[in-house]
């Protein structure tokens, strides 16, 4: 019979976090009984698990399961607010919260999950408010669990840190990171990178240099990922950029757009794909990332990659002669970029983004990526 392996986490329907759960459960899926369990509203057609032969579910769907009266109350919510979303998207109501503690039915049934599983696998950012209490559980019931960072890894509290030796592996996307763990006394950290589901038909893009160059950013629009001060700087270059994403700020990219840029607004997986075909140079501009997984994307692809000191980019592009960064609160930087691009020669350019695909698929290819979780797990089930 196959061990049970729990995948837990901060979950949603869209995003890098949902498509490294599916990567994951890809890699795993063929030796082991998965199931996916988010802390958040995820449905079926999440990103993470759509179309995959494994069982998934979320807290709200059995808070919402498991009592009449916080069934009616969600419905009047859902009502209230006049939505199409399934009734359990409404569970955290006033209603609810008032006559029930929804934050203990939320752990009990995070218990009963860990309960039923052999291996406990958490996806989602170190300051989430239930890891500690998931670690702690998982000791008491000596359950091994294994931790997936995702987002920058900022301070580790105290009492997080105190609770680190009892997790069976850490994986985090960079060495960078290493020293937010200097005080832990335990040697289970794994460094652990991304792969893409689209490598198949990102690793066929022809790579060639056309007359001229095309710029792309595809992300979230979010303050911290620099979106705004990116189409800013594009306001004072003679340069196409294609843009590929939503978010928050969506309205404040379409009001400072302005010149030769392009908004694709949010794409699926095979838009994707005709992203990279579109553009020569990916930008990632952010303040704050894990990885991130565009940036496998480029790599997969052959796009020369301008980018930003962060997350894990810097370990990425060693060795690939790929030396273009950049600060986004300082606009000459980026256009020293810009003109050192330009100064080099055809020949220069295809051997950086030859360099860029090799580079990926000598470290980051699904294969690779699948067989280091499969020995991640391996190692604790015979540990």
């Not at 795993?28 to 057609?45: A, P």
């Not at 579910?57 to 009502?79: G, H, Q, T």
């Not at 996806?123 to 920058?152: A, F, H, Q």
């Not at 066929?204 to 700087?233: A, C, D, M, Q």
Request: aromatic share 10%.
């Amino acid at each position: 019979m196959k061990k049970k392996v729990l995948i837990i986490g901060l979950i949603n329907n869209f995003g890098g976090r949902e498509i490294e759960v599916r990567n994951i459960i890809e890699a795993l899926i063929k030796n082991y009984d998965i199931r996916v369990f988010s802390l958040l509203n995820m449905s079926s057609d999440s990103m993470a698990v759509k179309d995959l032969h494994c069982i998934s579910s979320n807290v709200f769907k059995e808070i919402y399961r498991s009592n009449l009266m916080i069934k009616i109350f969600s419905k009047l919510s859902r009502a209230y607010n006049n939505s199409k979303q399934p009734n359990y998207y409404f569970v955290n109501n006033k209603l609810s919260n008032f006559f029930f503690s929804l934050e203990d039915k939320k752990r009990n049934i995070v218990r009963r999950e860990i309960s039923n599983a052999d291996i406990v696998m958490f996806n989602g950012v170190l300051e989430s408010s239930l890891l500690n209490e998931i670690i702690s559980y998982c000791d008491r019931m000596n359950k091994p669990i294994i931790i997936r960072s995702t987002g920058e890894i900022k301070l580790i509290n105290d009492g997080l840190m105190l609770l680190l030796p009892k997790v069976s592996s850490i994986l985090i996307h960079s060495k960078s990171y290493l020293s937010k763990f200097i005080t832990s006394s335990n040697n289970n950290i794994v460094f652990l990178d991304q792969t893409t589901l689209m490598e198949t038909e990102l690793l066929h893009i022809p790579i060639y240099n056309r007359n001229e160059i095309t710029y792309g950013y595809l992300g979230r629009f979010s303050s911290e990922k620099g979106i705004i001060e990116l189409v800013n700087i594009f306001k004072e270059l003679d340069a196409k950029l294609i843009i590929a994403g939503s978010g928050p700020l969506l309205k404040n990219v379409k009001n400072s757009m302005s010149g030769d840029c392009v908004l694709l607004g949010e794409i699926s997986q095979k838009g994707i794909v005709d992203f990279f075909d579109e553009i020569d140079v990916l930008i990632i501009p952010s303040m704050e990332e894990a990885g991130p997984l565009v940036g496998i994307e480029a790599m997969a692809a052959g796009k020369i990659i301008f980018s930003t000191r962060v997350g894990a980019m810097e370990e990425r592009m060693k060795s690939t002669k790929n030396d273009f960064w950049f600060d986004i609160r300082s606009e000459s930087t980026f256009l020293d970029l810009v003109n050192r691009l330009q100064s080099l020669t055809p020949e220069e350019i295809l051997e950086i983004r030859f360099l860029n695909r090799l580079k990926y698929q000598n470290y980051f290819s699904q294969k690779i990526i699948s067989d280091q979780y499969l020995r991640v797990l391996d190692k604790v089930f015979t540990s």
